[in-house]
């Protein structure tokens, strides 16, 4: 649709396209949150932002996300009570406490926003379109309720998505979940498109609890029962790499948008809209201080000899994981670089509890960090190898930077991502359910030494495709735009 038609279509109806997005209140989901509201501001639409409490502090705090959507006059950021006292970021360990204060304490005040206060339809702009996480079903039903189009954005892997939120029920109806008997290597037959890959292992982690009652399954039970019901689904990642379920993902949701690798499209985008010559490309959207000076440590490493460690936000290790992973990545002799985000060892730990033997390669050949500047490190030459927890966003933003992994799963749907990378995409070693310094020193020479060339040139197969998606005429670029024309089009028709 043209701009003239859609201006047409305004003045016919009184509304103009505004977005609502809402994401859960962790990093990687309003990381996420952010570049999509960025891409969908740069079509000129309205865009609000609806944070938590709990994570604005943090994110206005160590970033400078306010100066930078600043200038865009048709965005704002709005803030709900979560009930949150936690006064930093929190672990994973506490995902459900956050996700049931937010919905306690912020689904009143949400409603009334929506219902009769400024973003409702009694306000000078009213939303027309709401682009909550998928899953805060409680927005979505709100959404619903009102008759407020509703385009849910799901920031896990679609691989996760498909086997173990959506298929959840089919599972539980299949007699695969809860596990009967303790084989984890079974293989899950109920599940369209993934029959020969997913073990019951693989499966999302709580997928292998024995209580159907737990918070989280209801949680997912719930997602999975509201996401088809929406208008659209948005999701991280491009056609090719996901091949393998969007076809079944569409028959239950055909409204579907892969428009990944979304940093990078977003990258692209700012890149394309500005006229400097060198624009600035290092956007943080951390809610953690990000440490730069690894990237000069970086610097004075040659090609692909580094690896690169880090499991992200929310996971957590024991000391004593944290001295097998070690012991591993010195016994590899590969220079490392280390994110130790404050509150992820649990209960901490001080140097006289770490052998002499792990500390003094460290300092000769080693840099730990708080909190690293990931997706630059990742694009930086001199990495070669990933250690990670499998989160989506890291596993997305290792694929476009053409880095393979080893995978060091934690929770939710890290168990499935860790598979993906491991047996679909060829791109990496899934150390899955182990923790033993010498598989890690394995694994690490595996991706870095001995099989170094298979996985790079699978790496930089998947790291084109990424680019081509979000090229011109790449499917990322188009599914954007569809996005976008859905957008107004769902506006107009309110
Ligand atoms: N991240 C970062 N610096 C770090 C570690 C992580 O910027 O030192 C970012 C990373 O780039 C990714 C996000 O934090 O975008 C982590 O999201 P992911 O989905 O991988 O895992 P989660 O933290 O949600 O478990």
């Not at 208008?231 to 428009?259: Q, S």
């Not at 901490?348 to 500047?373: F, H, M, N």
Request: hydrophobic share 40%; charged share 20%.
């Amino acid at each position: 649709m043209d701009q003239n038609h859609q201006n047409d279509i305004v003045a016919k109806t009184g509304l103009e396209p505004h977005v609502l997005i809402f994401p859960i209140p962790f990093q990687g989901p309003v990381n996420c949150a952010l570049k999509l509201a960025e891409l969908i501001c740069l079509s000129g639409i309205h865009v609000t932002f609806l944070n938590t409490d709990h994570i604005h502090g943090p994110l206005i705090q160590h970033t400078d996300v306010l100066s930078r959507f600043n200038r865009y006059p048709n965005f704002k950021f709005q803030t709900i009570p979560d009930g949150l006292e936690h006064e930093k970021p929190v672990s994973g360990d506490l995902f459900m406490e956050v996700m049931a204060a937010t919905e306690t304490v912020g689904k009143p005040v949400f409603q009334e926003m929506i219902v009769s206060g400024n973003l409702s339809r009694r306000s000078e702009r009213p939303v027309t379109v709401m682009i909550p996480d998928a899953c805060f079903s409680f927005a979505i039903e709100a959404a619903i309720e009102t008759s407020i189009p509703v385009i849910c954005f799901e920031t896990v892997s679609p691989c996760c998505l498909w086997t173990s939120y959506l298929n959840l029920p089919t599972l539980i109806q299949a007699g695969d979940v809860p596990f009967k008997g303790d084989d984890l290597d079974q293989l899950i037959t109920s599940v369209p498109g993934t029959e020969h890959v997913i073990r019951r292992r693989d499966l999302a982690s709580f997928c292998r609890s024995n209580d159907l009652s737990e918070p989280v399954i209801e949680l997912i039970l719930k997602e999975a029962k509201t996401v088809p019901r929406a208008n659209g689904l948005i999701i991280n990642t491009f056609e090719e790499l996901d091949a393998l379920v969007l076809p079944h993902m569409r028959k239950l949701c055909p409204n579907t948008y892969p428009i990944g690798p979304l940093h990078s499209l977003h990258k692209a985008r700012l890149v394309a809209q500005t006229t400097q010559k060198a624009p600035k490309t290092n956007f943080s959207n951390s809610v953690w201080k990000e440490d730069r000076t690894c990237l000069q440590w970086l610097d004075k490493h040659s090609p692909k000899s580094v690896i690169f460690v880090s499991i992200g936000s929310l996971a957590t290790m024991t000391v004593e994981q944290l001295v097998e992973i070690w012991y591993g990545v010195v016994n590899s002799e590969k220079p490392f670089l280390w994110v130790r985000r404050p509150g992820s060892i649990i209960g901490g730990y001080d140097e006289s509890q770490i052998p002499g033997e792990l500390l003094e390669p460290t300092k000769e050949r080693g840099c730990i960090v708080d909190w690293a500047p990931q997706e630059d490190v990742l694009a930086h030459k001199a990495i070669g190898g990933f250690l990670t927890h499998s989160g989506w966003n890291s596993t997305v933003e290792s694929i476009a930077a053409g880095v393979p992994m080893i995978c060091w799963p934690y929770f939710v749907d890290q168990q499935v991502n860790s598979r993906f990378v491991g047996e679909v995409w060829k791109i990496g070693v899934d150390m899955k359910d182990t923790c033993d310094r010498l598989i890690v020193e394995n694994a690490v020479r595996d991706v870095m030494e001995t099989k170094k060339n298979m996985f790079t040139e699978c790496a930089d197969n998947w790291a084109n495709l990424a680019k081509e998606s979000i090229g011109e005429t790449g499917s990322s670029s188009a599914n954007l735009a569809s996005l976008i024309n859905d957008i107004k089009r769902l506006s107009a028709s309110k």
